[in-house]
């Protein structure tokens, strides 16, 4: 008669979670730490790293997160990557924030470069597929049983997968527009002035001339 083995399941792990608000507790899978964490309007963090790699995910209110040449305004559905030991500091809005942190254990990391780099560089998404996968892990986090743990693990590979398909948010011009038409167009300006490449700049009629000296 064949006989079953029980394969053991990893327990739930619940600890205070960094930088998070009361009542908060992490959750340990494979490779994997997700706490959910509250931080209070008004508040801030200085400056910081992470030794590994996180994920955060914005459920509820707003802030902004600074960091050496650069800033990102997150709201409600927002999907951040943060290498490991990249320095930035957090300001907290007019409402308390709610939201996921996912730190991605070193050995978990390495296993996932072959196929992505996702985890190497700064990255921001919002909303669509990656937000609903956070949703989901609230969602899972509240049931805290060993089925939720299985979810859980799947749900996050599934987050750092979807996040390393979709492009990343277009940053902010640095430059207005009509200013970046306004060089490339005087690389090619013609011999005959400034006047006609303004007129071209405007969409206005040009008349062909000799230039005013």
Not at 54 to 79: A, D, K, N
């Amino acid at each position: 008669m064949a006989s079953t083995h029980a394969v053991p399941m990893p327990a739930f792990h619940a600890r205070p979670g960094p930088r998070a608000g009361r009542g908060s507790a992490s959750v340990r899978v494979p490779g994997f730490t997700l706490t959910p964490g509250r931080h209070l309007l008004g508040s801030a963090l200085g400056w910081h790293d992470h030794e590994s790699p996180t994920i955060c995910c914005v459920l509820q209110g707003g802030f902004t997160e600074s960091w050496r040449g650069g800033s990102l305004i997150c709201s409600p559905g927002t999907i951040k990557v943060t290498p490991a030991g990249d320095r930035h500091c957090d300001n907290f809005g007019k409402t308390d924030v709610r939201g996921l942190l996912v730190e991605v254990a070193s050995e978990r990391a390495e296993a996932i470069r072959p196929y992505s780099a996702v985890l190497d560089r700064r990255r921001s998404l919002q909303g669509g597929p990656a937000a609903t996968i956070a949703r989901r892990l609230q969602e899972e986090l509240r049931r805290s049983d060993d089925t939720a743990l299985l979810a859980i693990e799947g749900l996050l590979l599934e987050l750092v997968a979807t996040v390393s398909r979709i492009e990343p948010d277009t940053p902010p011009r640095r430059t207005s527009l009509w200013l970046e038409t306004a060089r490339g167009m005087a690389k090619l300006a013609s011999p005959y002035g400034i006047g006609v490449l303004w007129g071209r700049i405007r969409g206005l009629p040009t008349i062909s001339g000799p230039s005013i000296p």
